[in-house]
């Protein structure tokens, strides 16, 4: 295959048509040809590898012939028009399908796409000999230019961005494919220009209406394009946002021209207050042409955007490693769901407890481990603050929740008696129905409310939400016992303390570990016993490694302990192997 014939079949092949239902506008076409001619069969065929196939066609019943010895195949392979009188008479068509099927004349003319591709012929057949004259065969070619126009303007149409004239999405993915096949491996940069923050732009629209929008959108898109160097086409991918790719290796010099280009687009507005709402960021990407998708470019240039956001220039560059974070969280999160429903891969460890003036452990506290398929074990450090900003922190919890209570009941029958405690998220405290169906399932399992204990975070305590205190209320009513977690790691005010309803505190192992070295921490960490004692709290210590640590707090008059010195959290039978040996 010639290189000319690969490119028009490539040239064809993006336009999409082969295959497509007939369609009115060019069948409307064929009908003029045919009665222009008065000839019984019109087509227009399309040129593909091995066949004629015909978008549109009047007096033919079948949709394709083979491309051998067709009429139209010589159209496509010379771009000119054939005109051939008789069939029978031409020692090369005499013998063709056409001429067993009863044609005997033929005049086609090229459908030519403005890069010169001939995809195929406007034809005109007749089932008797015939000549054609001059106004006949420019009539021919005109009908011709009508299908290239109709066809550029069904490419066209879904390409460009209708606001500002650029063309949109779909076209700058095709024609970064175009650039990856025309020079593979070339180094380039995209670049991600965002004008106005998400959350911005919709105070924008609702205090200024969707034209102020559209007027800043045109002028930017205008003044942006102007900026970037001749030949470099700027593409509208959404609204408020435009891409663009240049050749270069240098990434200084890059971020130098997305910082210029920046300020070009912050110079537009005007001074008014909508305006001040427009904060340009540009994200910049590096990249190899045809080593990535171009998918995949977009999305990486829109992720350094992203980053460009929280930038105080307003320009971020890729970094693959903030990237694969990211690629990973997602991960996780969609894993993380099918973890909750796929028995094997969740588990709850419990870590002992125990009271300081007798040394007995009076509970436990159960941590989730997750034990994922491929990627091994997975901390609650990394997934349990992912998974507490989604809807995944219900069913989370939930699973906890009945899996502790259903441990407790068991370790109840055996004849222990523990308090089990339980992290809970502040998500959990915003379901209306967390308290009653933790309270049934203890009544369930026949469980005293001093089987578990809830732990919850300063934050999550002070939330002030009304959904929030009515069902810690309902909870104390129950009389199940509410610790405050990482206590000292979040509020610099104490005084929340009076107003938060909670039993426990647990103070945050930060101040403990290192104890036994630091004065300093010795000094807060016992007015943070007296404190709490003060107002009525119990103390527990988590985070105890040392025996020193351990004796100190002793004699602060902590409560209880919890820390790896005691022992680290165990899985079940461990655990139960543990409690039999102390
Ligand atoms: P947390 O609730 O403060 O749990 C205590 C963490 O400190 C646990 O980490 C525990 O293994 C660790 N730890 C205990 N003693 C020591 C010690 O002596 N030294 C050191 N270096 N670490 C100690 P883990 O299991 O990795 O859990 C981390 C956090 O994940 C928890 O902090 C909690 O916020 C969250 N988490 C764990 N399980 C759950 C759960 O079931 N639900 C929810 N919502 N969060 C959970
Ligand atoms: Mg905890
Ligand atoms: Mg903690």
Redesign the pocket.
């Known amino acids: 295959m010639t290189s000319y014939e690969q490119e028009r079949l490539s040239a064809l092949k993006q336009l999409n048509l082969l295959d497509t239902p007939p369609s009115e506008s060019f069948d409307r076409i064929t009908r003029m040809a045919s009665q222009l001619f008065d000839l019984p069969i019109a087509a227009v065929s399309l040129t593909d590898s091995d066949r004629q196939w015909f978008k549109s066609r009047v007096g033919v019943a079948h949709t394709e012939i083979p491309r051998f010895k067709a009429c139209c195949g010589e159209v496509a392979d010379t771009s000119g028009m054939i005109v051939i009188n008789d069939l029978l008479a031409s020692p090369h068509y005499s013998d063709s399908t056409l001429a067993h099927s009863g044609i005997r004349f033929y005049a086609g003319a090229p459908l030519v796409t403005r890069d010169g591709y001939t995809l195929g012929a406007m034809c005109v057949l007749g089932t008797e000999p015939r000549a054609i004259t001059d106004s006949e065969r420019s009539a021919l070619r005109d009908l011709a230019s009508m299908v290239m126009g109709q066809i550029e303007m069904q490419h066209a149409y879904g390409r460009v961005d209708p606001l500002t004239g650029l063309g949109n999405r779909s076209q700058f993915l095709e024609d970064l494919d175009d650039r990856g096949r025309d020079t593979p491996g070339r180094p380039v940069f995209a670049f991600f220009t965002d004008l106005v923050d998400m959350s911005q732009m919709i105070s924008i629209q609702r205090v200024m209406g969707p034209a102020f929008l559209d007027k800043l959108v045109r002028s930017a898109a205008s003044h942006l394009q102007r900026s970037l160097p001749d030949g470099v086409r700027l593409y509208s991918v959404s609204p408020c946002q435009f891409v663009h790719v240049i050749e270069a290796t240098d990434e200084n010099e890059a971020v130098r021209l997305a910082a210029a280009w920046r300020a070009v687009l912050a110079s537009l507005a005007p001074d008014d207050s909508a305006s001040m709402m427009m904060r340009p960021a540009i994200g910049v990407a590096p990249f190899r042409l045809g080593e990535r998708l171009a998918e995949d470019a977009l999305r990486i240039a829109h992720s350094a955007c992203q980053d460009a956001r929280h930038d105080e220039t307003g320009v971020g560059l890729y970094s693959s490693e903030i990237d694969a974070l990211h690629q990973r969280r997602f991960l996780l999160l969609a894993d993380f769901r099918t973890a909750l429903t796929q028995a094997g891969q969740l588990r709850?460890?419990y870590?002992p407890r125990v009271d300081m003036k007798t040394g007995s452990c009076v509970g436990a506290?159960?941590?989730?481990?997750w034990e994922h398929p491929l990627l091994g074990n997975i901390?609650?450090?990394e997934f349990?603050p992912l998974v507490?900003q989604t809807r995944l922190a219900r069913p989370?919890?939930s699973w906890?929740i009945a899996t502790a209570v259903s441990q407790a009941a068991h370790w109840q029958a055996m004849g222990l008696t523990l308090c089990i405690s339980?992290?809970?998220?502040a998500l959990n405290l915003e379901e209306t129905d967390f308290a009653d169906t933790l309270i049934a399932a203890l009544a369930e399992c026949n469980l005293p409310a001093s089987a578990i204990e809830l732990?919850l975070?300063e934050s999550a305590l002070i939330s002030n939400s009304p959904a929030a205190s009515s069902q810690l209320a309902a909870l104390q009513a129950a009389g199940i016992s509410i610790a405050i977690?990482?206590f000292g790691t979040g509020y610099s005010s104490l005084s929340y303390l009076q107003k938060i309803s909670a039993q426990v505190v647990?103070i945050?192992?930060s101040f403990i570990?290192s104890l036994g070295q630091r004065r300093r921490s010795q000094t807060l960490v016992k007015s943070m016993v007296n404190m709490a004692h003060d107002l009525g709290y119990s103390v527990v210590a988590?985070?105890?490694?040392e025996t020193e640590v351990y004796d100190l707090l002793k004699t602060l008059g902590c409560d209880e302990a919890?820390?790896?010195?005691l022992s680290?959290?165990l899985r079940v039978d461990d655990f139960e192997r543990w409690l039999a040996e102390h």
């Open positions: 709850l460890d870590q506290e159960a941590l989730i481990r901390s609650p450090v349990i507490e989370l919890t906890v339980i992290n809970v998220t732990e975070t977690d990482d647990k945050d192992r570990t988590e985070g105890i490694e919890q820390g790896y010195l680290k959290p």
